[in-house]
């Protein structure tokens, strides 16, 4: 029993020492959700305390038997007194608009003028609890293991006060401005803004999180008016829709007039499946259209001065940076271009294997855009800007070469903190390489130093803490090292699949991956979109006429010929640059001796031309056959002017 009692308190510590630590790594998130809570149950309080002192205000301006030209309805109840013993019901309509007030509406009305100081303290204990089971559904959905990714504190404190505007806003206009009908609070809501900066900026999924909390809110703050909350899920839910993919600022203007169209669109809808006639609301029908068409042209103004505030990675920002005419990519090009040429093959690579798992592969291309952009201060000590045959680490000791190339991470950082990127662009330039050891020269040390230990050639950053990160590690690494494979000839299937097996295994071993939430199905649709793009990367073409040897020819420094000889019949030989003319009186002997002197001669060359196109050493034989045959016209020629000689004499 004691033993099994010490287990449960050593397990009871365990678990508050881990709520410790998360309670002091996440304090300030924490915080931010507190401010919130606190900040809404005073919406609260004002909008429960004021909903007995709103008539205050009407009190004034109607007598009995006049036309109401507002709606009054109770929000608190009101029990009656010796002095009013006139009892209020909360949720009871007091005046009604179009209609005269009675004597009994009338003395309702002072009743609630009258009390002030009343507050329904259950009503407000009840929102209190409702914001709180909101709060915590808020910390779930934006959380890492909902979203699948880091969420950073500027994105909570965005969201948290765009809820709190609205919520604001819908508790005030309730409360204070009077605002009685769903219709006209429906024509106020700022929601679609709202949603429509968080979709941009932040993704799909955290708009569509933010939609539900936001209309769920929108439901308290109004007193829990079934259409408003209706309303609003359905906007924006639509408004997260429309900004999915976009990639112009100027499409905007299209999402703004088919989000007025959608507005329309989801209150009729509402009006039909709650059976409320639609005649006598046009003024609420241009004003819920002007709301969804004014939200995103104003969404587009505050979208700019936000993203700078906020240092974010919004598609816009992140299109304007896959810009390759930017002053650093430019730099790059000019000073090292073999990293600018790698840095673009790993965007391709990164960019597709994120699309095959769903990862946001904008932020991968751009992040891998500027990955070496650290290698600026040193260019020349890195292998792709290098000239062959000379590498200048063979000039300095290996631990140098390690402190330079570690330090490319180290300036890419500061670089691209003094460009203003994203920090999840800073993140993956700090991680591109994680902890793992450079290893050519720390086996180059090795072999002089035996006690020689790892962390001495280390990158000392951390290792990748996202999908993206990770992919543009692996990238980083498939590109160079299947690169080396060309020297070879061009690289087979098999030996890129193998390759880059390898290297995401080595990295699995090397526990690159941990902290990545990446999964070996991810890996696995990661390794085939690296097969796929490098296999045409790396295609082979064929070889057009004269080419076929030109790698052989090229390496032993002989010249290609430019076509293949031809088999045509060839003019006599010459003397001096004149064709030697033949007696028309030779005999017979002679012209079957120049028959098959030009027999032999068509079957030497058609033998030679065959050689010349299997090998280099049936070329030199072709060239011993050419001067055989040469030497044997000479003889045939000689042997025709001592005949001719001969004739003459005779």
Not at 148 to 173: H, M, P, Q, T, W
Request: aromatic share 8%; charged share 20%.
């Amino acid at each position: 029993m004691s033993k099994r009692n010490s287990e449960k308190a050593s397990s009871i510590k365990a678990l508050m020492k881990s709520t410790g630590e998360y309670l002091s790594e996440n304090r300030a998130v924490i915080l931010t959700y507190v401010v919130l809570f606190i900040l809404c149950s005073i919406f609260a309080l004002v909008r429960i305390a004021s909903g007995t002192t709103v008539s205050s205000k009407a009190l004034g301006s109607y007598e009995i038997g006049q036309i109401a030209d507002e709606t009054i309805i109770a929000k608190s109840p009101l029990p009656a007194t010796v002095e009013n013993p006139v009892t209020v019901e909360r949720g009871e309509t007091i005046i009604k608009k179009g209609f005269p007030v009675t004597k009994e509406q009338y003395d309702k009305l002072r009743k609630m003028a009258e009390s002030p100081a009343y507050i329904d303290y259950k009503s407000f204990l009840t929102n209190v609890l409702y914001l709180m089971l909101l709060t915590l559904v808020f910390f779930f959905l934006f959380s890492k293991k909902t979203l699948g990714r880091d969420v950073k504190l500027k994105e909570l404190i965005l969201e948290c006060i765009c809820f709190a505007l609205v919520y604001g806003l819908v508790s005030i206009a309730v409360s204070l401005l009077h605002f009685s009908s769903s219709l006209h609070l429906a024509v106020i809501l700022p929601s679609s803004f709202c949603v429509f900066l968080v979709a941009i900026i932040y993704g799909h999924n955290s708009a569509v999180y933010f939609s539900v909390l936001l209309s769920l809110g929108i439901f308290n703050a109004s007193g829990f008016m079934i259409f408003l909350f209706l309303y609003s899920l359905g906007t924006c839910l639509i408004s997260a829709r429309l900004v999915y993919g976009i990639s112009k600022r100027s499409q905007m203007v299209w999402v703004a007039l088919e989000q007025a169209a959608f507005n329309v669109v989801v209150l009729a809808l509402l009006k039909f499946i709650l059976n409320t006639p639609i005649s006598g609301d046009g003024f609420s029908i241009l004003g819920v259209a002007f709301n969804g068409f004014i939200s995103a042209i104003v969404c587009l103004g505050f979208l700019t001065p936000i993203e700078l505030a906020l240092n974010s990675e919004s598609v816009f920002r992140l299109l304007e940076l896959c810009d390759t005419n930017s002053p650093v990519l430019k730099e790059m090009q000019a000073v090292a271009s073999g990293t600018y040429v790698h840095s673009l093959n790993v965007a391709n690579l990164a960019d597709q294997a994120c699309q095959s798992i769903g990862a946001n592969a904008l932020l991968a291309k751009v992040s891998a855009y500027y990955h070496d952009i650290g290698k600026l201060k040193n260019p020349e000590y890195f292998t792709e800007n290098q000239q062959p045959g000379d590498n200048i680490h063979d000039r300095i000791s290996p631990s140098m070469s390690a402190t330079i190339l570690r330090a490319h991470v180290r300036d890419g950082i500061k670089t691209a903190k003094e460009l203003g990127l994203p920090e999840s662009v800073i993140t993956i330039i700090g991680e591109h390489h994680g902890n793992q050891v450079i290893e050519w020269f720390y086996n180059k040390a090795k072999q002089i130093d035996p006690n020689t230990q790892p962390e001495e050639y280390s990158y000392m950053e951390n290792p990748p803490s996202s999908r993206e990160s990770a992919v543009v590690m692996l990238a980083d690494t498939v590109e160079a090292a299947c690169k080396s494979l060309t020297k070879e000839g061009t690289p087979s299937y098999g030996a890129l699949d193998k390759k880059i097996t390898e290297l995401i295994n080595k990295k699995i071993a090397d526990h690159q991956l941990d902290n990545s939430d990446i999964t070996l199905k991810d890996l696995k649709a990661i390794h085939d979109s690296f097969l796929h793009f490098l296999e045409g990367h790396y295609h082979s073409r064929i070889k057009y006429p004269g080419q076929e040897n030109s790698d052989a020819e090229n390496a032993s420094g002989q010249m290609t010929p430019s076509r293949e000889p031809s088999l045509s019949p060839q003019p006599e030989p010459t003397i001096g640059g004149e064709v030697t003319p033949v007696p028309v009186q030779e005999n017979e002997k002679n012209k079957a001796g120049e028959t098959e002197e030009s027999a032999k001669s068509s079957k030497a060359k058609e033998s030679s031309a065959k050689k010349s196109k299997t090998s280099r050493t049936a070329k030199s034989d072709k060239k011993s056959s050419v001067k055989s045959e040469k030497s044997e016209k000479t003889g045939e020629k000689k042997k025709t002017r001592t005949a001719k000689s001969a004739v003459e004499k005779e």
